[in-house]
């Protein structure tokens, strides 16, 4: 199977910028700019059974893999957001890999927090 006929999703990647603030010390931001044109990918949740368990209630971390041709643009802690999920699905990019070191394609593991239960209805 080739890679781009596993790329089912659409996601678009938010660049951080760290800038120094008035009082001089760094502070990540995210520009409102800062979004990329649609790139094709997987989104895979890897701990989906939570979002069903019985017994939770309130926020939940979900991690996930994001899986997508090779770039060398993505950084920890850049954002991804779903755009073909409603509500979109926005993840922090926790790690940066060039899974099997061959640049074939990029390896995204994130985590997004979510609230479930009767705090979420």
Known sequence: MSLSSMLVNTVTIERRVVASNVTGEEEETYPQSGWTEAVAASVQDRNP???TAPDV???VVINA???MGYRTDINHRDRVRQTD???ERTYLVVQV???AGRHHH???TCTRLETIGA???
């Open 85 to 87: 999920v409603s509500p």
């Open 65 to 67: 893999a994001v899986y």
């Open 97 to 99: 890999d060039d899974e």
């Open 49 to 51: 059974s939570t979002l």
């Open 119 to 121: 705090q979420g209805s």
């Open 106 to 108: 990029t390896k995204l």
């Open 57 to 59: 209630d309130g926020p």
